[in-house]
Nanobody, 124 residues
């Protein structure tokens, strides 16, 4: 069974930093795009950053220059380094991976999997 497990959330003061990690586990044939989304109370879930298997990245305008997404393909893990955090970054952060489990190889395209979410709170 494929799972995405996130870690690294918490409470931080404005201007501080946090690093989120998300590891995909299980019998995985391949992983394409990976990304981080967030959802603040009363708002829709939004894309924060994404990275392709080749390392190309894109970011929401609100986090450009402050957040950095990276991945370790050997570990099936994606990271989000968050610097200069602001109160408006407060949200539940979700990891997403477009992946193909081994048992689905040859049966169809990769599909999206979600982590359980990790809370990030930026407050003094």
């Amino acid at each position: 069974q494929v799972q995405l497990v996130e870690s690294g959330g918490g409470l931080v003061q404005p201007g501080g930093s946090l690093r989120l990690s998300c590891a995909a586990s299980g019998s995985i044939f391949s992983i394409n795009n990976m990304g981080w989304y967030r959802q603040a109370p009363g708002k829709q879930r939004e894309l924060v950053a994404a990275i392709t298997s080749g390392g190309s990245t894109n970011y929401a305008d609100s986090v450009k220059g402050r957040f950095t997404i990276s991945r370790d393909n050997a570990k099936n893990t994606v990271y989000l380094q968050m610097n200069m955090l602001k109160p408006e970054d407060t949200a539940v952060y979700y990891c997403n991976a477009e992946l193909l489990p081994i048992h689905e190889y040859g049966l169809g395209p990769a599909s999206g999997y979600w982590g359980q979410g990790t809370q990030v709170t930026v407050s003094s």
